[in-house]
């Protein structure tokens, strides 16, 4: 169970709701299962339109999250993952703050999820 807290210039004010990590797929799906306006197109982490950033709330340290290869080569040529920053996610599990809400599944901590409802602008 994850509290998570959606926070976007779209909205009037803050949203949490409750996922149930590996019932609820993607960040994106639990966006639109709660009617949250996170913009996306493809759904499948080629457009970056579901650009958002994500802090790991609470004192626990952050669970690890893999990035997927799309996830990693879009947000890339999107300048919001550099080298250094992968390379922290990939051997010290140190999740990077912008992912793609298509692409991020919701694990069982609570989470902050902002986005301006730009397309791919955070
Ligand atoms: Fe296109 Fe997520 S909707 S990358």
């Known amino acids: 169970m994850a509290n998570v807290t959606f926070s976007g210039l779209t909205l009037p004010k803050d949203i949490t709701v409750y996922a149930v990590a590996g019932d609820t797929g993607t960040l994106l799906a639990v966006a639109k299962q709660n ?3 996170i913009p996306f197109q ?7 339109s579901c650009l958002v950033k ?3 709330l609470g004192d626990n340290p952050p669970m690890a999250s893999a990035l997927t290869e799309k996830e990693k080569v879009t947000l890339s040529v999107n300048g919001k ?12 599990d140190m999740p990077p703050a912008y992912r793609l809400a298509c692409q991020y599944v919701v694990r069982s901590e609570d989470i902050l999820v902002e986005f301006t409802g730009e397309p791919g602008v955070e």
């Open 35 to 37: 009617n949250v306006p």
């Open 42 to 48: 493809c759904q499948d982490g080629e457009c970056g």
């Open 54 to 56: 994500v802090t790991v």
């Open 81 to 92: 993952l550099d080298k250094a920053t992968l390379y922290a996610a990939e051997t010290n």
